[in-house]
């Protein structure tokens, strides 16, 4: 039986992680969320508060937006070798079970449905979607250039593929997911958690090397 008066740990929500990972330059906020994946393990509140200089009017603040959200139990990083986790873990984030994951530069990371072929267009044409974005935005739109969807059928109800943009630690990735997208479930957090995790293991291998 838990204990209801004992600190909670914090995490961030899927609507959270994207917004502490959208921009390739964190602004303030998101540099605050993205404390609550510093570590292995989530923190304490208030080890959260103190690590993070935020206040717990931020916290409050936080919390009302759904962007962070209190758990009993102290939840851990994945901790898996990538080649083996990221086809499990972007595969929750499509109703049919097919999705792909990028880097910004179209190479593929890994997929999951697709053909190898199908994926490897998929995260070229991505590639080449943040091109065509960042050349309409020297003309002077304002659009987003975080995510698109495409549709076959013209009521537009069901995209066929959505492509969404997050970064972790500098390096850009692109998300490609087949059929209905489900972005609002933890297996986005796991896969932001556990590209960082993976990015911490290695530059402590590199240091000590």
């Known amino acids: 039986m838990s204990d209801k008066t004992a600190e909670p740990y914090l ?3 899927p609507i959270g992680t994207l917004r ?3 921009q390739a330059e964190p602004d303030e906020v998101s540099m605050a969320l993205q404390t609550l994946m510093a570590a292995a393990e989530a923190p304490l509140r208030s ?3 103190e690590r993070s200089g935020m206040d717990l009017t931020f916290l409050t603040v936080a919390l009302a937006e759904g962007w962070v959200h209190e758990v009993t139990q102290p939840l851990r990083a994945p901790d898996a070798n990538l ?3 990221l086809p499990h873990a972007i595969a929750g984030l499509s109703g049919s ?3 792909a994951l990028a880097s910004n530069d179209g190479f593929c ?3 999951v449905g697709y053909s190898q072929t199908e994926a490897e267009a998929l995260c070229a044409a991505a590639a080449e979607f943040a091109d065509f974005i960042q050349r309409q935005r020297q003309r002077g739109w304002s659009g987003s250039a975080r995510a698109v969807s495409f549709h076959n059928d013209i009521d537009m109800l069901l995209p066929t593929t959505t492509l969404l943009m997050f970064w972790v630690d500098g390096a850009g990735y692109w998300l490609i997911i087949g059929d209905e997208p489900l972005i609002n479930n933890i297996a986005f957090v796991q896969l932001v958690w556990g590209l960082r995790a993976a990015n911490a293991r290695f530059s402590a291998v590199s240091m000590d090397a």
């Open 83 to 85: 080649d083996n986790y």
């Open 109 to 111: 990371l890994a997929r």
């Open 97 to 99: 079970r097919t999705a």
């Open 11 to 13: 995490m961030l929500t």
């Open 47 to 49: 080890a959260w508060l």
């Open 20 to 22: 502490a990972y959208a």
